[in-house]
Each structure stands twice: as structure tokens, then as C-alpha cells.
């Protein structure tokens, strides 16, 4: 059988057993001098690793679901050439699970005086910063029986951003919102809304919408017609206690409201409103304020990059003074937080006049799809007790949602999927009723 690569060298210089065989400083000792000499000229051969010179360069950020391509520059400084397998640590979540070893582990040649580039493509499968750990690089010599093997620092971060995967419904939230500006033919009519024009009465129009001075001065009944009124201020809050750390599907309900949240903040950016983030459970977690309608989705989409739930209570009071503090003026306050009863009952309910009384409040809570599916389920005994448990709990939202309506609160409480466009046409039913 012919024999290849170092098996065949070490058989020819010392025949030595063919097979696995790893070298040693014993296992040198022990064979004759020509493989030693071998040896030694492969080790004295291989390029050093310590002078190597390591950067990076690439991308900063990425979105949840999208890939990332870290690029590593290695410069060999030295008169041999490099000859290396190098791998590039990074956390275990920047890549899918099972992809790791094929993502970090390069192979690279570097003649004398130059360098070369390595890319590294990252997967992340959780938002935050991920930072890249040691680079290891082993150097081999011209015959492979030996290596050379350091560690390198090369420092570099990859943000990793929300999906914001709710953004396929903006266009159609959008062509709403053009409605209710005026720029179609649909135009509306409340208190609270900006004068657009005059036109003749028709049958089934309000009656207080007619303009008396108007109708005097021509043939036919004026009424009045109005836009949505613009530069609102509206505050996002994201609870993130614990109860934001429970897992509906395959993510956890904070997850979800910064999904719908991020909808939000888009549509009424493009409504012409202010809108800010806090996000908070018993300190500030994130806040961003101030920002312009063109810098306000990214400064949102950054700030909940790093945000992760608490196992904490949420401290109701706290939150409740945070927020009076973060809107002065009238605002819509929208919070995303739980419809279960003990925390609404014993933490937001007993402060919620101190919001309702000069702000309108609109809570948004994420259901578990889960639940309206036990609800349904019949057929055997235990099926039908999950039934009766799923049912109550669903009796015990309903209500405590019925208690926040009796505050003057807007309650939207729907799954993870429907959330977002049901809390912008929440958004949306407040704005055609001039209530922002």
C-alpha cells in the first residue's frame, strides 16, 4: 500500500510503524538522528506567531435572523512563510447551533512580508452585543510534523439588533394613516383635530361639525372637515420585569412588545409625532428622547439591542413617576406590559389615576396563542381539564382588561403575531377620534 504525506516520511527516515503517531520530544529521542534533524529543521522552519499582526475589519451590527461578516487581517512580519489553521472564538450564540466549528476554523498561507484576509460569517441567535474572543493560531512547518501555537487579542463587537419583522405591515398602516391625514378622500371629524377645509353638508354628517358663518354666506349647509392633529408626544414603555422574561412560542414576551413597539414608533414617526422609549422595571433600563422622526427608529432599534428581561417585580410607583417625568405635556402613553391580575391589581391599578388624570394610556399585553388552543381542546378527560384551566385563565384577563377600561385605559391584548398591527390600529382609532 503507498504511503503518503507523514506517515511515509517518518517510515522512510526511521522505519517506524506505520500508523497514528504523534510527535514528542520522548518519541524523538527514541528514533534515529536523521527524523530528529527532520523534525528540528520543521520546527525551526515554522513562522512565528507572536510577531503576527491581527485587525479586523467589518460589519458592527445585524439584525437577529441575518448574517454578519467579520473580516480578519493576519500580517506576517517574518522571513518564513506562515502556514496555519486558525480559528476565531467567538460567543457560542453568534452562530446556529451545530455551525460553529465550520464558522470559526480557517486554513491560510502568508508568504514573508505579506498578509492576508479570513472572514468570518456570524448567524446570532439572541439580540445584545457579541464580542469576539482569542484568536489561536497554530504555525506549521514546511513538513507538517511540528507546530508553533499562540493566542492572539483582536477585539471587535457585533451589535445585535431587534428583527423588527412587523415592518411588512407598515405600508398598510401607512395607506390608513394618508386617509385619516386628508390626503384621500376620507377625511375626519372630532375635537381635538386640525381645521382642513369646508364642504357641502351631506346627510348622516355631525352636526356640530357645521360651520354656521360659512353657511351664511353661500346657498348650501358648510360643514367643517379635519385632519389628524401633529407633533403628538407619545411615550413607549416597556416593562422589563418578569413577567417579560415568560416565553410564548419561541421567544420571550419582551421580545414581542419590542416588535410592536418598533411599529409604533414608525407609523407615528411618519404621522409627524414625537415618540420616545423607556424601558424599565426598578431602575431605568433604556431611554431615548429627543430624537427626529428620521433618527428615531434606529435610535430605538439600538437602544433595545441590549435590553433583557429582569427576574424582578416591576415597581409600579417607579415607573409611574419615571414616566410623568419623561412627558410634562399631554401624551399618549403606551404601555407594554402583562394583563395578568396580581400585577395590575396590586401595582398599577392603585397609581394609575396619576397617568389617566392628564395623559391617555393605552396598555398593550402580549397573549399566549397557547391558551385559546387548550380552550378549544375536548376529547378525553385530561383535554377537558385543560380546557377548564385555559378558560379561567382567560376569564381572569378579560376581567382585570375590563378593569383598566373602567380607568379610561385603551386595552389591547392580543398574540405575539397580531400584537403589533393591532396595537397600530389601536393607535390609529385614537388619532380619527382627535384623542392624542
Same mark, same amino acid.
Given at each position: 500500500?503507498?504511503? #503518503?504525506?507523514?506517515?511515509?516520511? &517518518? =517510515?522512510?527516515?526511521?522505519?517506524?510503524?506505520?500508523?497514528?503517531?504523534?510527535?514528542?520530544?520522548?518519541?524523538?529521542?527514541?528514533?534515529?538522528?536523521?527524523?530528529? %534533524?527532520?523534525?528540528?529543521?520543521?520546527?525551526?522552519?515554522?513562522?512565528?506567531?507572536?510577531?503576527?499582526?491581527?485587525?479586523?475589519?467589518?460589519? #458592527?451590527?445585524?439584525?437577529?435572523?441575518?448574517?454578519?461578516?467579520?473580516?480578519? #487581517?493576519?500580517?506576517?512580519?517574518?522571513?518564513?512563510?506562515?502556514?496555519?489553521? &486558525?480559528?476565531?472564538?467567538?460567543?457560542?450564540?453568534?452562530?446556529?447551533?451545530?455551525?460553529?466549528?465550520?464558522?470559526?476554523?480557517?486554513?491560510?498561507?502568508? @508568504?514573508?512580508?505579506?498578509?492576508?484576509?479570513?472572514?468570518?460569517?456570524?448567524? @446570532?441567535?439572541?439580540?445584545?452585543?457579541?464580542?469576539?474572543?482569542?484568536?489561536?493560531?497554530?504555525?506549521?512547518?514546511?513538513?507538517?510534523?511540528?507546530?508553533?501555537?499562540?493566542?492572539?487579542?483582536? @477585539?471587535?463587537?457585533?451589535? %445585535?439588533?431587534?428583527?423588527?419583522?412587523?415592518?411588512?405591515?407598515?405600508?398598510?398602516?401607512?395607506?390608513?394613516?394618508?386617509?385619516?391625514?386628508?390626503?384621500?378622500? %376620507?377625511?375626519?371629524?372630532?375635537?381635538?383635530?386640525?381645521?382642513?377645509?369646508?364642504?357641502?353638508?351631506?346627510?348622516? /354628517?355631525?352636526?356640530?361639525?357645521? $360651520?354656521?358663518?360659512?353657511?351664511?354666506?353661500?346657498?348650501?349647509?358648510?360643514?367643517?372637515?379635519?385632519?389628524?392633529?401633529?407633533?403628538?408626544?407619545?411615550?413607549?414603555?416597556?416593562?422589563?420585569?418578569?413577567?417579560?422574561? !415568560?416565553?410564548?412560542?419561541?421567544?420571550?414576551?419582551?421580545?414581542?412588545?419590542?416588535?410592536?413597539?418598533?411599529? &409604533?414608533?414608525?407609523?407615528?414617526?411618519?404621522?409627524?409625532?414625537?415618540?420616545?422609549?423607556?424601558?424599565? $422595571?426598578?431602575? %431605568?433600563?433604556?431611554?431615548?428622547?429627543?430624537?427626529?422622526?428620521? $433618527?428615531?427608529?434606529?435610535?430605538?432599534?439600538?437602544?433595545?439591542?441590549? &435590553?433583557?428581561?429582569?427576574?424582578?417585580?416591576?415597581?409600579?410607583?417607579?415607573?409611574?413617576?419615571?414616566?410623568?417625568?419623561?412627558?410634562?405635556?399631554?401624551?399618549?402613553?403606551?404601555?407594554?406590559?402583562?394583563?395578568?391580575?396580581? @400585577?395590575?391589581?396590586?401595582?398599577?391599578?392603585?397609581?394609575?389615576?396619576?397617568?389617566?388624570?392628564?395623559?391617555?394610556?393605552?396598555?398593550?399585553?402580549?397573549?399566549?396563542?397557547?391558551?385559546?388552543?387548550?380552550?378549544? =381542546?375536548? !376529547?378525553?378527560?385530561?383535554?377537558?381539564?385543560?380546557?377548564?384551566?385555559?378558560?379561567?385563565?382567560?376569564?381572569?384577563?378579560?376581567?382585570?382588561?375590563?378593569?383598566?377600561?373602567?380607568?379610561?385605559?385603551?386595552?389591547?391584548?392580543?398574540?405575539? /403575531? $397580531?400584537?403589533?398591527?393591532?396595537?397600530?390600529?389601536?393607535?390609529?382609532?385614537?388619532?380619527?377620534?382627535?384623542?392624542?
Amino acid at each position: 500500500m503507498a504511503l #503518503t504525506g507523514r506517515a511515509a516520511l &517518518l =517510515a522512510a527516515l526511521g522505519s517506524l510503524p506505520v500508523g497514528i503517531w504523534e510527535p514528542s520530544w520522548t518519541g524523538i529521542l527514541a528514533v534515529n538522528a536523521p527524523l530528529a %534533524v527532520a523534525c528540528a529543521c520543521d520546527f525551526a522552519l515554522a513562522a512565528p506567531v507572536r510577531r503576527l499582526g491581527l485587525t479586523r475589519s467589518g460589519d #458592527t451590527s445585524v439584525r437577529l435572523g441575518d448574517t454578519a461578516d467579520v473580516t480578519l #487581517t493576519i500580517t506576517n512580519p517574518s522571513r518564513r512563510p506562515l502556514r496555519a489553521r &486558525l480559528r476565531d472564538a467567538w460567543p457560542p450564540s453568534s452562530w446556529q447551533p451545530g455551525t460553529e466549528t465550520a464558522g470559526s476554523r480557517h486554513r491560510l498561507t502568508v @508568504p514573508p512580508g505579506e498578509r492576508r484576509r479570513v472572514t468570518t460569517r456570524l448567524r @446570532p441567535t439572541r439580540r445584545g452585543d457579541r464580542q469576539a474572543d482569542r484568536v489561536t493560531i497554530r504555525s506549521y512547518g514546511p513538513l507538517g510534523l511540528f507546530s508553533r501555537q499562540g493566542t492572539h487579542r483582536a @477585539p471587535w463587537t457585533v451589535r %445585535v439588533l431587534p428583527p423588527f419583522t412587523s415592518r411588512k405591515h407598515l405600508p398598510s398602516k401607512l395607506a390608513r394613516l394618508r386617509e385619516l391625514d386628508g390626503r384621500t378622500s %376620507v377625511l375626519t371629524r372630532g375635537e381635538g383635530t386640525e381645521f382642513d377645509s369646508l364642504r357641502e353638508y351631506v346627510p348622516g /354628517d355631525d352636526t356640530r361639525s357645521i $360651520d354656521w358663518r360659512a353657511t351664511a354666506r353661500q346657498t348650501t349647509v358648510a360643514v367643517r372637515t379635519w385632519r389628524p392633529e401633529r407633533d403628538r408626544h407619545i411615550l413607549l414603555v416597556l416593562d422589563t420585569g418578569r413577567t417579560s422574561a !415568560g416565553r410564548v412560542g419561541d421567544e420571550p414576551r419582551l421580545d414581542a412588545s419590542m416588535d410592536a413597539a418598533l411599529l &409604533l414608533a414608525a407609523l407615528a414617526s411618519r404621522a409627524g409625532d414625537r415618540v420616545d422609549l423607556l424601558a424599565y $422595571d426598578r431602575k %431605568v433600563r433604556a431611554l431615548v428622547q429627543g430624537r427626529t422622526a428620521s $433618527d428615531v427608529l434606529p435610535a430605538l432599534v439600538n437602544a433595545m439591542a441590549t &435590553l433583557e428581561p429582569e427576574l424582578v417585580e416591576t415597581n409600579a410607583r417607579g415607573l409611574t413617576a419615571t414616566a410623568l417625568r419623561a412627558s410634562p405635556r399631554r401624551s399618549l402613553i403606551v404601555l407594554l406590559t402583562t394583563l395578568d391580575a396580581a @400585577p395590575i391589581e396590586e401595582g398599577l391599578l392603585p397609581v394609575l389615576s396619576q397617568l389617566t388624570q392628564r395623559h391617555t394610556v393605552l396598555l398593550a399585553s402580549v397573549a399566549d396563542p397557547h391558551i385559546g388552543e387548550m380552550a378549544k =381542546a375536548r !376529547g378525553n378527560v385530561d383535554a377537558v381539564y385543560e380546557a377548564a384551566a385555559a378558560a379561567q385563565a382567560q376569564s381572569e384577563r378579560h376581567r382585570t382588561a375590563e378593569q383598566l377600561r373602567r380607568h379610561g385605559v385603551t386595552v389591547v391584548d392580543a398574540t405575539p /403575531d $397580531d400584537l403589533a398591527p393591532a396595537l397600530a390600529d389601536a393607535y390609529l382609532a385614537l388619532k380619527a377620534a382627535g384623542r392624542l
